[in-house]
């Protein structure tokens, strides 16, 4: 691990001011993937600025019905909050599906939405990674690509985005809020907020330098029942092959949002409206411009199936 300074801070605006002053700052909070990072030597932070003590770590009613959760809520506080399991399921379902216990008393929501990709050549120093080293090519692209992505990629890179947490927030429509260095806010819809490879996959979402995610809310219920199946290799403590969020109600109707096949969560709201047509349908407008290798095509049709099993599931 590279050696780093470290301080922590007071206030939301002071800690975003702290990594813009500092060319390779960052935040850490429950530190579960950044830590990591930084012992492989992925990361190499210079400074690291410390949000725990920011009090951003509540659960909150909005004046429109819906929910605020903190950035330093974690993971584990938010499934089992009584709110989110009455009326947001799909999110408390979706992060029982991710990672232990123990990390989820540790991962924070807004360290969840930030945790970068687990492609296997991303964690390989010695091969060429366009997000760890931009312009060094995508050793992806050509190698081993069965739990890489099918839909969304581009020629640089075909990594996906790993979160289970993120997909839920997708399908709910979530927005994401900020603070920057001058104490300047704003509001970031989840479906924005994440960002495609094209050229530049080292950029993975639309934060500015020294920009703080301090919560996420939620809109008011959206009512329906809620489901998350996860597909993977072993029956936990792995990465989605593919996962799906949904909301579905009594007369078919729905939304739905994809994970494990893309660098972003996945949802394309013009399938939303195939919902009482079937699966096949859905499926063949979200993945209509899907570019899978050959060892991972095989998820366009995961995918199809699964969220026919989650209608059915519905119609039991």
């Given at each position: 691990m590279k050696a780093f300074?470290?301080?922590?801070?007071?206030?939301?605006?002071?800690?975003?001011?702290a990594v813009a002053g500092h060319k390779g700052g960052k935040f850490i909070a429950g530190g579960t993937n950044l830590l990591d990072l930084m012992k492989l030597e992925i990361e190499t932070p210079t400074h690291l600025v410390d949000v725990q003590d920011l009090g951003l770590d509540k659960i909150e009613e909005t004046?429109?019905?819906?929910?605020r959760i903190g950035t330093?809520?974690?993971?584990?506080?938010l499934a089992a909050d009584a709110r989110v399991r009455r009326d947001y399921g799909v999110l408390t379902r979706a992060i029982v599906a991710g990672a232990s216990g123990q990390l989820r008393?540790?991962?924070?929501?807004?360290?969840?939405?930030?945790?970068?990709?687990?492609?296997?050549?991303?964690?390989?120093?010695?091969?060429?990674?366009?997000?760890?080293?931009?312009?060094?090519?995508?050793?992806?692209?050509?190698?081993?690509?069965?739990?890489?992505?099918?839909?969304?990629?581009?020629d640089a890179c075909i990594a996906t985005h790993p979160s289970d947490m993120a997909i839920a927030l997708r399908v709910l429509d979530a927005?994401?809020?900020?603070?920057?260095?001058?104490?300047?806010?704003?509001?970031?819809?989840?479906?924005?907020?994440?960002?495609?490879?094209?050229?530049?996959?080292?950029?993975?979402?639309?934060?500015?330098?020294?920009?703080?995610?301090?919560?996420?809310?939620?809109?008011?219920?959206?009512?329906?029942?809620h489901f998350y199946h996860k597909v993977r290799d072993r029956a936990s403590y792995a990465f989605a092959l593919v996962s799906v969020a949904a909301v579905l109600n009594e007369d078919g109707s729905g939304r739905v949002a994809f994970g494990g096949v893309a660098p972003k969560p996945w949802r394309v709201e013009a399938a939303d409206a195939k919902m009482r047509s079937g699966a096949s349908a859905v499926a063949r407008t979200a993945f209509a411009d899907?570019?899978?290798t050959h060892e991972n095509a095989f998820k366009v049709t995961l995918a199809e199936r699964t969220l026919a099993a989650v209608m059915q599931e519905n119609r039991a």
């Open positions: 300074t470290y301080e922590r801070a007071k206030t939301p605006a002071a800690a975003a001011a004046a429109e019905g819906g929910l330093l809520v974690s993971n584990t506080a008393n540790k991962a924070t929501t807004g360290g969840n939405l930030l945790q970068r990709t687990r492609c296997p050549y991303f964690y390989d120093t010695n091969q060429a990674c366009n997000k760890r080293k931009p312009g060094s090519g995508c050793a992806a692209i050509g190698g081993f690509s069965r739990q890489l992505g099918v839909i969304g990629t581009s927005a994401v809020e900020t603070v920057d260095a001058s104490g300047a806010t704003r509001s970031v819809p989840i479906g924005e907020f994440h960002r495609l490879p094209g050229d530049t996959p080292h950029v993975e979402n639309v934060l500015q330098r020294g920009e703080l995610i301090t919560s996420v809310t939620l809109p008011k219920p959206l009512g329906g029942r899907a570019r899978p």
